[in-house]
C-alpha cells in the first residue's frame, strides 16, 4: 500500500487527479460512481468531469466517462522526451533478437519502476490475462515495484540507501509470491550483491515460473537512466552457461545503448514542445 508523504499540494488538481484514477481503474465511469467512489457530491465531481472533458483528458460515452486519447499524446512526447529513451527501442529490439526472449527497459517513476519499452511475445504464458493480447503495446506504462523484478532491482542499485529506505516507507514490500524479498535486509543484501557483481537476478519473485536478468544503463555522466532486461521461463535461465550467454549479450546491449548515449548532440526538437 501507497504511503503518501506529506507534501504541500493544491486540493483541486489532487481531486481531479483522483477522479482520474478512478475512471481508469473502473475502466469508465458515471457521474453517480465518480461521486460515490472518492465521497464527494456530485455538484463537485460534475466540475471535475466537465472540466477534465473540455480540455480532452476525458471523454463522455452515454453516460460514462472514460479516459481521452489526450493522454497518448502526453505520454508520447514524455516516452520520447530523452534520447535514451528512444534509444532503448532499438536496443530492446535488438536483444530481444539475440537472445530469443522478451525484453523490457524501465526506468524509475512515481517511487516504482515503470514499463517505457518492450518486445512482444504473443504466446509468452505469463500474459496477463485480463487484457487484450493482441495489443502488442498493453504493457508499455506498466508499473512494477522495485522489489519483485530483476530490472527493478537493477534500478534500486543505482539509488543512494536513503532514496531505497524512502521507497520502502513509501510503498513497503509487497509480496507476490514465496520467493518475493519481503525484508529490508535480505532487500539491501541483494542490492549490495547487485552493486558488485553489475547485474541483477530473479527467479519466482514476480510470478511463479518467471526469471529476468537486468542491468542499469548509465548516461555519459554516470546518471542511471534505466534498465534493460531479459525475461522469460526459468527453465530457459537454468544453468550456468546459459545465464552467463544471455549475460554476455546482454551486457554487450548495454555498452553499445552507453556509446550511443555518449554520441547524442544536445539540440532535440523534442525540448521545442512540439507534438502539442
Known sequence: MEH??????????????????????????TLGEVAEALDISKSTAYKHLMTLTSRGYLVREDDQFHLGL???????FARARRPAYRIAAEKVDELAEKTDEEVDFVVKNDG????????????????EKSVDQSNKHWRTGTYYHFHCIAAGKAVLSTLSDAEIESVIN????????????TSREELFAEVETIRERGWAYSEGEYVDGLAAVAMPVYEPDGEAVGALAVNGPTYNFQGETRLAEIRGVLADVVESFEEDLADVEESDPFLEGRML
Open 170 to 181: 513509501r510503498w513497503g514490500l509487497p509480496k507476490r509470491t514465496e520467493q518475493t524479498i
Open 70 to 76: 489526450k493522454f497518448v499524446n502526453r505520454g508520447e
Open 112 to 127: 516504482r519502476v515503470m514499463t517505457v519499452h518492450l518486445s512482444y511475445d504473443l504466446n509468452n504464458p505469463f500474459q
Open 4 to 29: 503518501k508523504e506529506t507534501i504541500e499540494t493544491i486540493k483541486t488538481t489532487e481531486r481531479s487527479l483522483d477522479v482520474i484514477q478512478e475512471i481508469q481503474k473502473s475502466a469508465g465511469a
